[in-house]
């Protein structure tokens, strides 16, 4: 009896232990190490990109380095619901935090160790809906006048012209652009997948006197750093962004992300097909496509408040 008690002692020890602010002055235990080094392995073997990568073995990583000397492989479904469940009440990781991790844990238990539907008593938290934030067509004016270098002007254009992620912005090369058949090539874009979009006759004649005019001229990439000639830091896209939205007086609290909501948002405000704006924008899912609908106010604004009614009808005074 005493030495059940001592384990469930130790049990609860390591799955709710409250880990120090510090989590690089812990060290894994050699079996623990050996676990990640492997997880990463498989990860990059499975050919993940390296933001998934990083999600994932840093998730993981989080429950390595409660345990100490107890090996991660020895943990069971009901420890690890323990775990989620400390991970959220304790730690207060949000919804979004809790779904990477719960997927990052599930990869290492169910792909790594094969162990099969290891995680289906393990309950999701509902994520929130949370609707994307746009830019209307006179912030959207604002903001590009209030830019001067060539480059910033093109790099902004281009994002919102073609509703782009940061990241397939700052990979674009110059042969990605087709002249011939007004479209942009997307090269391996999220989950490793090549999209066309179109190219505004707008945007191409941007970019001709952008190419032609700037110096250092771009050799490979279409934004190149000055320095590296290599792809342009998306940190700094990102900067450019907001020191733009601070000159052109935007107070929205709005990241670079924001001009591919707009698109989709003033596309489908224009009578574009949702089906259409779905291969545009890359989704894999119809749904994740759909949240521009709630954000749409093209029928909305007509819609008359009964507030109005009453006071047209002489119901209610101020």
Not at 31 to 48: D, F, I, M, T, V
Not at 131 to 139: D, I, R, T
Request: overall charge positive.
């Amino acid at each position: 009896m005493e030495k059940k008690e001592t384990s469930l002692k130790k049990e609860a020890y390591l799955i709710s232990r409250r880990p120090e602010e510090n989590h690089l002055s812990w060290k894994l235990s050699k079996e623990n190490l050996l676990a990640l080094k492997r997880y990463s392995e498989h990860l990059r073997l499975r050919a993940y990109s390296p933001n998934t990568i990083r999600t994932y073995t840093n998730e993981f990583y989080q429950l390595l380095r409660l345990l100490k000397e107890h090996p991660v492989y020895d943990l069971n479904p009901e420890q690890l619901r323990r775990y989620m469940l400390y991970a959220i009440e304790t730690e207060g990781i949000k919804e979004n935090t809790a779904h990477s991790r719960i997927n990052a844990l599930k990869y290492y238990f169910e792909k790594v160790l094969g162990r099969d539907k290891f995680f289906i008593e393990i309950p999701r938290p509902k994520k929130p809906l949370t609707l994307p934030k746009v830019l209307g067509e006179e912030e959207l004016g604002r903001l590009f006048r209030s830019l001067s270098n060539s480059k910033h002007k093109a790099i902004l254009f281009t994002t919102y012209s073609a509703g782009l992620r940061v990241s397939e912005v700052v990979n674009l090369r110059i042969q990605d652009i087709d002249s011939d058949r007004m479209q942009i090539l997307i090269k391996e874009a999220k989950g490793k997948k090549d999209r066309y979009v179109s190219l505004s006759p707008i945007l191409l004649d941007i970019l001709r006197a952008y190419i032609k005019t700037y110096r250092p001229k771009p050799i490979f990439y279409l934004f190149e750093s000055e320095q590296t000639k290599t792809a342009y830091p998306v940190r700094t896209i990102q900067r450019i962004f907001q020191l733009a939205k601070e000159k052109a007086g935007i107070k929205k609290e709005t990241g670079i992300h924001s001009l591919r909501h707009s698109f989709a948002t003033h596309l489908l405000e224009k009578g574009t097909d949702i089906k259409y704006i779905k291969d545009l924008l890359g989704h894999f899912n119809i749904k994740t496509t759909e949240r521009y609908l709630h954000v749409s106010k093209k029928e909305l604004i007509n819609i008359p408040s009964p507030l109005d009614d009453l006071w047209r009808k002489g119901k209610i005074e101020w």
